[in-house]
């Protein structure tokens, strides 16, 4: 939004320089991009009068011109011109003068005879026809302005303002208009504003608007008010030069009269409005309704554009005649022959013209800003505005009444005022007073604990918002600076933050690295572990990047072998990676997925068997951290993702939280492995379930202890973890440990094999004796020889 410093002063008096202006209008919350001395563009140029004029003895073409300046003595200057006469005033770019392009005019000779300056054109003071209707497009401007000799040509072209761009956010469409700006002006400076309410005086010849026209809004939802004039006996003529300057300066470029007025009315009040030819509107009807199936507009861009029945249209009683909120249709245009207009001042639903803008491919400054929500509330004030300027301008005659369809009213905003409850919000120690003035300056209404927003104001809803406005009015700079009051609000890692925490820690002291992965994958990479079909159900990506990240992962193990893959083609000779990961299981179209902590350890590069047994004890290690105890560990076959022969699984209750193993071959070759690699999956969020991190202290063991190492012959088939819970089972109160320290074969056993076991007995209330140990034994022999065959090997 571009802002003319004169014309701000016509609502607001503002006593600031331009950068003052500007850094007071950002502090208070409208940012200001920069600001423009328009006068500083142009340097050393005045009006003069044209004395004399002769032809140049050595040229056919120049004539040298004796100059009024009202500097006394005449000054010549040599133009090129032919359009020029004695008597006439024009632009003079004196000697070390300065252009709008930044062209510096110095005194000097033209085929041997001396010119001082240059006589200037239109398009050399950086202005065009528009601007000045009267003038010729080629040649010296000739000023029929109100002016003396030797005057500033700033003054006499209105080129001395000052004009400041603004950022105004989406939230803040009011601030698009003069009058927006106007209102944050007088508050930010608490300076009164001057707002006059527009005066029709009607053309008061008993011609009634019903007699031209009638409007029928079919869809209120897209089209909640829409209000129209009409004007007769229109004047199709350029505008005054104070409302070409206005328009000129906000960088709009002047057509005629009745364009300029709804600009000018734009700009002013921030409503976007729309003249319609009138002796085009067909049966004097205006329709707002939804497009028809496969219709079609000629815009006034002279582009035919295809509409759809979503988008909002207005028409006459045969055809369409503009598109709400975007632009209007060729076939109603005002032109040279216009004798009659209806004027549209309408508040469209701003998604509405979004969808339709980009759906024509057509965005207008009209649809910009209704995009962003105006207030319906604006559109009567507006179009008596426009008529107003018609009455101002003599363009036309201003038909009694007006027609103003007005659907259901947005609800009034009503919000409670906590002076104390806002100052605890923004840390401050702001007086209630200023608060109750800083309403005022804003338009809230305040009554009986109440604020009530004004209809401009959509955007304040509630205490945060009021807070907002208290603050940057009273100043962010003028907040005095105080320590941070925490009360009970200690930052500090929850619970479930530390333990997670900790098992990092854990498995760097193990010597991992920690990594990253994407949660978005590609479903080849379900193929590439041979993951089973019923854990590949996954959240689809409705608009993904690629086929690469599509899915939502069930499990981080690709990710994680991605990386390892990857250190083993760089030659990285041992590598051990784990990812502490999120996996994601959809529950039902529309319903957040649930989301699962899983950790997942992958390396190489030591020998199999320790390998496998060294993964083993960072899982025990971590379920001893985490308070887990009477889980069992167990051979797994069944997992196409593990070597068949070399995969465990841990369970509690019949729960499996965690499976290790080497990678299947097959595995290892997706990968592009050349030796073997270990992995393990670890449900962590379960661990977080039943983890017992308190710890109690126990004294140590009054009396001794005694040890009893057993070797039992078995089948082959039968595990050692099986065979050591049936021991534990078995010896009763008296076991405080149980390790395998043996596993035998040979020719002589056969079919069987031979596993050795350390018992370790203690007692709470005395010494064992050597037949308390073997009655222990005895026990234990008898159960495993009854429940497994297993027999004592000699």
Sequence with gaps: MVLSMKWLSDYVKVDASPKDFSDRMTATGSKVEGF??????????????????????????LQICQMDLGEGEPVQIITGAQNIAVGDLVPVAKHDSYLPDGTHIKKGKLRGLPSNGMLCSLSELG?????????????????????????????????????????????????????GLAREAAASYNTPLTLNAPKVKGCGDGDKIENYVSVEVMDTDLCPRYTARVVKNIKIEPSPKWLRTRLRNSGIRPINNIV???????????????????EYLKGGKIIVRRAEKDEKITTLDDVERQLNDKMLVISDAE????????????????????KTIVFESANFYGPS??????????????????????????????????????????????????????????AQAEIDFDPEKINRFLGTNIPEQFMLDTFKLLDIKYKNGKLYPPSFRADLLCMQDIAE????????????????????????????????????????????????????????????IRLAQDKRNSIVISNPLGEDTSIMRTTALPGVLEALSNNRRKRVPVCGLYEMAKVYYPKGEDVLPDEFVTTVIACYGSNDTSMFYTLKGYVEELLNFSGVKKYEVSAEKNNETY???????????????????????????????????????????????????????????????????????????LEAGTLRRAITKY?????????????????????????????????????????????????VLAGLEKEFGVTLRS
Excluded: W
């Design 319 to 338: 055809k369409a005649v503009a598109i709400a909120g975007v632009m209007g249709g060729q076939n109603s245009e005002i032109n040279e022959n216009t």
């Design 36 to 61: 423009e001395d328009l006068s500083e563009k142009i340097k050393n140029v005045v009006v003069g009068k044209i004395l004399e004029i002769e032809k140049h003895p050595d040229s056919d073409h």
């Design 469 to 528: 406005e208290v603050v940057r009015i009273y100043g962010y700079n003028t907040i005095e600076s105080s320590k941070f009051v925490a009360e009970s609000l200690v930052g500090k890692r929850d619970d479930r933050q530390k333990y997670l925490a900790e098992i990092d820690n854990l498995l760097v002291s193990k010597g991992l690295y920690e990594i990253r992965t994407y949660s978005f994958i590609s479903p080849k990479y379900y193929d590439k």
């Design 260 to 278: 300029d007025i709804t600009n000018y009315v734009c700009l002013e009040y921030g409503q976007p409005m729309h003249a319609f030819d009138y």
């Design 353 to 410: 013209v979004r969808t339709t803008s980009r759906g024509v491919g057509l965005r207008t400054e009209a649809s910009g800003r209704y995009e962003k929500g105006l207030d319906a509330e604006n559109t009567l004030p507006a179009i008596e505005r426009a008529c107003e300027l018609i009455e101002l301008l003599g363009a036309g005659e201003v038909v009694d009444g007006i027609i103003d369809v007005y659907g259901k009213k947005a």
């Design 643 to 717: 070597h068949p022969g070399r995969c465990a699984v841990f369970t509690k209750d019949g729960k499996v939280f965690a499976t290790i193993g080497q990678l299947h071959p097959k595995v290892l070759d997706n990968y592009g492995f050349d030796l073997p690699v270990f992995a393990a999956e670890i449900d962590t969020e379960y661990l977080i379930g039943i983890k017992d991190t308190t710890r109690e202290y126990k004294p140590l063991p009054k009396f001794p202890a005694t040890t009893r190492d057993l070797a039992f012959v078995c089948e082959k088939s």
């Design 127 to 179: 202005l065009t026809q528009n601007d000045f209707p009267y003038a010729i497009e080629d040649g010296i401007f000739i000023l029929d302005e109100k002016c003396e000799i030797g005057q500033d040509i700033k003054e006499v072209l209105d080129l001395d303002d000052v004009v400041v761009e603004f950022e105004i956010t989406p939230n803040r469409p009011d601030c698009l208009s003069v009058i």
């Design 731 to 779: 010896a009763g109160n008296l076991l405080e440990n149980v390790e395998i320290f043996d596993i035998y074969t040979d020719a002589k056993l056969g079919d069987k094999k031979s596993m050795a076991y350390s018992l370790t007995l203690r007692s709470p209330d005395k010494t064992l004796s050597d037949e308390d140990g073997d009655k222990v034994v005895k026990k």
